[in-house]
């Protein structure tokens, strides 16, 4: 969003501060713009990260599920340390 200085209804009575303010929003006005591109582009990394996340848990809990699956079946395997491992029969 770029903001633009109405400067038509400011005194006039004050040339040089008048002169002065708006020379001053035009030196800082890139910035702001880039900051409303920065704040853009931070909405698009936290979107993206949430779905990162959805998508790991989603990850997680379907290999949790195989590994209870299995568990039943007395398959000697577990999760240690975030990992799936062979265990040793009566562990």
């Given at each position: 969003?770029?903001?633009?200085?109405?400067?038509?209804?400011?005194?006039?009575?004050?040339?040089?501060?008048?002169?002065?303010?708006?020379?001053?929003?035009?030196?800082?006005?890139?910035?702001?713009?880039?900051?409303?591109t920065?704040?853009?582009?931070?909405?698009?990394?936290?979107?993206?990260?949430?779905?990162?996340?959805?998508?790991?848990?989603?990850?997680?809990?379907?290999?949790?599920?195989?590994?209870?699956?299995?568990?039943?079946?007395?398959?000697?395997?577990?999760?240690?340390?975030?990992?799936?491992?062979e265990?040793?029969?009566?562990?």
């Amino acid at each position: 969003m770029a903001n633009k200085l109405v400067s038509k209804n400011m005194p006039t009575g004050n040339r040089n501060l008048r002169n002065t303010l708006i020379s001053n929003f035009e030196i800082i006005q890139p910035y702001l713009d880039k900051l409303d591109t920065d704040e853009l582009g931070v909405d698009d990394l936290k979107n993206k990260f949430d779905d990162i996340s959805g998508k790991i848990n989603t990850y997680e809990d379907n290999v949790q599920a195989i590994v209870n699956i299995l568990i039943k079946y007395d398959v000697p395997i577990a999760i240690v340390d975030g990992k799936v491992v062979e265990i040793e029969e009566g562990e």
